[in-house]
């Protein structure tokens, strides 16, 4: 990997040499204690101001629907969340720049040998790309006729956006210009919307990490174990080459860390749609084991963050995060921009309404970029390529989702998901469960209102928020078949790996020997059975 320049304000904040920087990294140990201009330890990060002592007030403070009307309708904020919707990635660079898989000729075959990813180097497409906006996560569509619905524009329609909404959610892909005004017909009643925007359609993308509190915390108790995190996840960044190509927020709840979008822009925009979907597929999943990898290693040098905080590895194909100045679904705090070198909590500045100061921030948010750190990404993500093409042979992106022949009562489940039903509150492994049981319902012919209400009824049992719930369910049911039986008696690592033998949910009886999928359990036909 070529010596990149790292910013000068983080090798101030450093003290240790580079020696030992490279040894820690080396050993994924940090070395305790740390000074208390460490960059990335696992220490609590010492504010370089005086903050306002956070209490629990903050969190038992109420924003009324009036300033959550005035937040949204704030011209400064208005123009910056519109400003951070659009992307030309054609202004990003020179006409000369580099947009192949890697920047330096001598190293493009290389990589795209162990990453099979095949493009030429080719400047991207001249015309602007953008992020589509949701309401409360759930609302998508805006109805261009009465027959049809297209996506939010948030350039276009973020007055009707934020109207009576108090979450405002946006895509981190930013489509091909074409999609703005793509409309399908509104679907009937017990009907699924189509699927307008996904990888086949996406010029660049801003993969991200939410680094969160685990459940049955806050963010109020996780303070420092969430900026350890977060510090340690940069530092990491840092580590591969990636020393300004990204940046952080407060999300309300928890630290976002993103990429600027001009690292990952489609080498092929001409090709056809399924280079892209290659491209983008390839990228989100590699980055999401990047995610997992540093989560493991964190909590290793760190044991005693492990039960307070999580690192949500949840890149695919239409991804929304909380928008820039969104304030929070419940707790009462807008999402702002940190230091993305030494980021801090600042409770009292997330408080809306904003102050001139903190609104100002987000004009130069994510901003900065290298397109030499395109091919630090790229290098940093390889080392993933042979997992993500196995996963990839037998994904649900391929495969089509397989029914049972007939409709499955309670009585007639199998085993792994009557444990899971049976499951109560776990330290891990309530992701990976309620994303099984909601694909399962669907593949065994439960009708939607049953499958989500034991659904929910199986979350609360698990502890998972309703919400956190919900989220997952849209996700999986009717989209994505069961994991099959080998797979759930692997061990794994985290979501979204479907392996749970460490979770003890399969404990075969003699039905089970006769299949490969739960959804073949006391099935007659064995015909449709399926390894995924």
């Given at each position: ?10 090798k ?31 220490t ?92 409360d ?86 303070k ?9 996840f ?15 927020l ?27 979907e ?145 499951a ?63 797979t ?15 979770l003890?949910?399969?404990?075969p ?23 995924i």
């Open positions: 990997m070529p010596n990149l320049d790292t910013n000068s304000s983080y101030n904040q450093t003290s240790s040499s580079q020696h030992e920087q490279n040894a820690a990294s080396k050993n994924m140990q940090v070395e305790k204690p740390e000074p208390e201009n460490s960059s990335y330890g696992c609590a990060i010492k504010s370089q101001q005086s903050q306002i002592a956070a209490t629990k007030e903050y969190f038992d403070r109420k924003i009324s629907p009036e300033i959550i009307r005035n937040h949204y309708s704030n011209p400064q904020i208005k123009a910056i969340i519109i400003q951070h919707s659009e992307y030309n990635p054609n202004a990003a660079e020179p006409e000369n720049a580099s947009y192949g898989c890697t920047a330096i000729k001598s190293q493009q075959s290389q990589i795209a040998a162990k990453s099979n990813m095949l493009f030429e180097k080719i400047k991207p497409e001249k015309s602007s790309s953008w992020r589509c906006g949701n309401k996560f759930v609302g998508w569509w805006k109805r261009a006729s009465p027959e049809t619905e297209k996506l939010y524009v948030l350039s276009e329609d973020y007055d009707l956006v934020t109207r009576n909404v108090r979450s405002l959610y946006w895509s981190l892909n930013f489509f091909e210009d074409s999609i703005r005004t793509r409309e399908q017909a509104v679907p009937k009643k017990g009907e699924r919307h189509g699927i307008i925007g996904d990888y086949g359609t996406t010029v660049a993308y801003s993969l991200s990490v939410d680094i969160d509190h685990a459940d049955g915390s806050d963010v109020f108790h996780t420092e174990a969430l900026e350890a995190a977060a510090q340690f940069i530092g990491k960044l840092h580590d591969n080459g990636i020393t300004r190509s990204y940046d952080v407060f999300s309300g709840g928890g630290m976002y860390i993103l990429t600027h979008p001009a690292i990952t822009v489609c080498p092929t925009p001409n090709a056809e749609r399924t280079d892209r290659r491209w983008f597929y390839l990228l989100a999943e590699t980055y999401n084991m990047f995610i997992n990898d540093v989560q493991q290693q964190f909590f290793e040098s760190c044991p005693e963050y492990a039960d307070l905080v999580k690192f949500d590895a949840l890149n695919n194909s239409k991804r929304v995060f909380k928008s820039l100045f969104s304030i929070h679904k419940k707790h009462p705090f807008a999402v702002i921009p940190l230091d993305k070198n030494v980021p801090v909590i600042d409770f009292d500045a997330a408080h809306p309404p904003l102050s001139d100061s903190v609104i100002n921030t987000g004009v130069s948010w994510l901003s900065d970029s290298d397109m030499n750190e395109r091919q630090a990404l790229i290098e940093m993500l390889f080392q993933y390529g042979g997992q993500v093409r196995e996963k990839r042979s037998a994904d649900y992106i391929d495969t089509e989702i397989t029914m049972s022949d007939k409709p499955v009562i309670c009585g007639d489940f199998p085993p792994c998901i009557n444990a899971v039903l049976n109560y509150k776990l330290p891990s492994g309530a992701t990976r469960m309620i994303s099984f049981l909601s694909a399962y319902l669907y593949q065994v012919r439960w009708d939607r209102q049953h499958s989500f209400a034991l659904v929910l009824k199986t979350a609360d049992q698990l502890g998972m928020g309703r919400d956190r719930a919900r989220r997952y369910f849209n996700d999986w049911f009717g989209k994505m078949n069961c994991p099959s039986c080998s759930i008696r692997t061990t794994g690592t985290h979501y979204p790996a479907m392996n749970m033998g460490e003890n949910i399969c404990k009886d003699d039905e089970c020997e006769k299949i490969h999928n739960p959804i073949r359990y006391k099935q007659m036909d064995k015909t449709m059975e399926v390894e």
